[in-house]
């Protein structure tokens, strides 16, 4: 396999306004804080910027964008092309009327909960249990606690990987459980959210049941990616991991979470190629046991050292 060579390939891209990276460690922004560089990390200072940088670029080189890495796996090797990151250029938010928020890609899910509770707004308290942005929500189709993202969008903004600016409604997302069915190639930059008028007592006390109940049954502390399989139809992922007597199962330093046997812990030092061993694993052996196969809700990117 090839090596990565992020020097040559930044000889090759457009100038930007904002920042681009040869070689760009990428272990720090993911939640499992394990795997190898970006060849290229570009972080655009604005939608114009990602725009034309995108319209520019050449059209064999790949691109992949990421949020904060909540549900994220890079393999060791790296990820070969431009790996776009989201900044402060889209990290906007405000109230807008009918209790509305538009809000960057870049924003923090629970920053729009807070945002929302300060304002009286209600219906968006779900996302005070995902720990990723917006533009991850959006990809993903985010939920916890009842919610999720297909409930509340109204509209995203993204840019296609000519650089065109599109505006998508909510049944262009084709949405179904954590799937987006919009093209893949989308960035999205920007989303409108529909809430409704709430008090704010309310509102607060629901995101301190959501709170306390995420820290008392995920290990919301561990270098994780969130739940690494999708639940099966009428079946929770976490059950048949644990028929399969996987609970607390280890690939070096890759583990099993004891405390829910649906998240993969990296106790220190895992390679990203150990985790995703543990996670191929699991899912052989709920195969044996159950019949069932599992399909990964965690995005693994890269290519193996
Ligand atoms: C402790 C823990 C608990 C979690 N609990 C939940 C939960 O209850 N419910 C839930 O739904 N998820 C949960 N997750 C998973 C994760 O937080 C969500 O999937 C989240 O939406 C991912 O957002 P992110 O910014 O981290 O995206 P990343 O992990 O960086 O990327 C995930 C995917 O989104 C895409 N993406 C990111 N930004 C953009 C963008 N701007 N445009 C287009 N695509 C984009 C990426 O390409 C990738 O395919 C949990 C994770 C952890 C670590």
């Known amino acids: 396999m090839a090596r990565l060579d992020g020097e040559a390939l930044l000889r090759r891209l457009p100038k930007v306004t904002g920042r681009l990276e040869p070689n760009a460690p990428l272990a720090e922004f993911t939640w499992f804080r394990t795997g190898g560089p970006a060849e290229v990390l570009f972080t655009p200072a604005s939608e114009a910027d990602l725009a034309s940088f995108l319209a ?60 929302a509770l300060e304002h009286g707004i209600d219906g968006l308290t779900f996302l005070r249990g995902i720990p990723g942005t917006i533009g991850g ?23 296609d ?35 409704r008028p709430g008090s ?36 929770k992922s976490w059950q048949l991991i644990d028929k399969a007597g996987m609970r607390g199962f280890a690939v070096g330093a890759a583990r099993v979470s004891e405390m829910h046997c649906n998240f993969l812990i990296n106790e220190g030092g895992a390679t990203a190629a150990q985790i995703e061993e543990l996670g191929e694993t699991v899912r052989r052996r709920v195969k044996e046991t159950s019949g069932v196969d599992l399909d990964w809700e965690i995005k693994r990117i890269g290519v193996p050292a």
């Open 200 to 235: 704010r007592e309310e509102i607060a006390a629901a995101m301190d049941k959501i709170t306390e109940s995420r820290e008392s049954t995920q290990p919301v502390k561990s270098r994780t990616g969130g739940s690494t399989f999708k639940n099966p139809p009428g079946q």
């Open 56 to 115: 520019d670029m050449p059209g064999d080189v790949p691109v992949y964008v990421i949020g904060v890495g909540s549900n994220l796996l890079v393999r060791d090797g790296g990820v070969p092309g431009v790996v776009i990151r989201l900044g402060r250029g889209f990290s906007d938010i405000a109230v807008e009327p009918e209790s509305r928020i538009r809000c960057g890609a870049a924003v923090l899910d629970v920053r729009v909960a807070r945002f």
């Open 137 to 159: 929500a959006l990809r993903m189709n985010g939920g916890a606690y009842g919610g999720e993202t297909k409930d509340v969008l109204v509209a995203a903004r993204a840019v």
């Open 161 to 195: 990987r000519s650089g065109t600016m599109q505006v998508l409604s909510n049944a262009a997302m084709k949405y179904s459980y954590r799937h987006c069915g919009a093209p893949e190639d989308l960035i999205f930059t920007e989303a409108l959210l529909q809430g």
